[in-house]
């Protein structure tokens, strides 16, 4: 399993450098970093609204899913330095093998979005064919991008429009 993995690769890593697998830090870190994991990969928590999961699933397609990719870049803040960095490393490495073949696609021939307000934002296009690599993350740096448009030019209605249509579709 991946994220079992990934997690025995951090603790590996805190123990090579001097953290006893007996000191609470070792165990309050490698909980939050497979929080970290679980919300990266879908596993959002969902608290008080766990079951009302049926439910919410019928309205936003994979509630939990959505809650998770809102959830996991709040781990670039955490305040453990430990789960901080190794968070950084994971988000900056996704964000460089998705750049990377984009580049790599758009040398190919392909026709690669690069406009933050187009829905092909950061997708590759090949004929008829869109592929997105961000995995539910496009969408989030897509909003961002249009929010800070509207607030940068002071248009508020735009601000709530971007904002509104992000809810709505999902």
Same mark, same amino acid.
């Given at each position: 399993?991946?994220?079992?993995?990934t997690?025995?690769?951090?603790?590996?890593?805190?123990?090579?450098?001097g953290?006893?697998?007996?000191?609470?830090?070792f165990?309050?870190?490698?909980?939050?970093y497979g929080?970290?994991?679980?919300?990266?990969?879908?596993?959002?928590?969902?608290g008080?609204?766990?079951?009302?999961?049926?439910?919410?699933?019928?309205?936003?397609?994979?509630?939990?899913?959505?809650?998770g990719?809102?959830?996991s870049p709040?781990?670039?803040?955490?305040?453990?330095?430990?789960?901080?960095?190794e968070?950084? !490393?994971?988000?900056?490495?996704?964000?460089?093998?998705g750049?990377?073949?984009?580049?790599?696609?758009?040398l190919?021939?392909?026709?690669v979005?690069?406009?933050?307000?187009?829905?092909?934002?950061? !997708?590759?296009q090949?004929?008829?064919?869109?592929?997105?690599?961000?995995?539910?993350?496009?969408?989030?740096a897509r909003?961002t991008?249009?929010?800070?448009?509207?607030?940068? !030019?002071g248009?508020e209605?735009?601000?709530?429009?971007?904002?509104?249509?992000f809810?709505?579709?999902k």
């Amino acid at each position: 399993d991946l994220r079992s993995g990934t997690s025995n690769a951090f603790a590996r890593s805190m123990i090579r450098h001097g953290v006893s697998p007996h000191d609470p830090a070792f165990v309050r870190d490698l909980d939050a970093y497979g929080n970290f994991l679980n919300r990266a990969t879908g596993r959002g928590n969902i608290g008080q609204f766990e079951s009302s999961l049926p439910l919410l699933n019928t309205v936003f397609y994979s509630a939990r899913r959505n809650v998770g990719l809102v959830q996991s870049p709040g781990y670039l803040f955490h305040s453990s330095s430990r789960v901080r960095a190794e968070v950084w !490393k994971d988000f900056l490495s996704f964000f460089d093998m998705g750049m990377g073949t984009l580049a790599v696609a758009s040398l190919a021939g392909a026709e690669v979005g690069i406009d933050p307000t187009d829905a092909d934002f950061g !997708k590759i296009q090949v004929g008829n064919t869109r592929v997105d690599l961000w995995g539910g993350y496009q969408q989030m740096a897509r909003v961002t991008a249009q929010i800070a448009d509207g607030a940068l !030019k002071g248009d508020e209605e735009e601000v709530f429009d971007a904002a509104f249509r992000f809810l709505r579709n999902k």
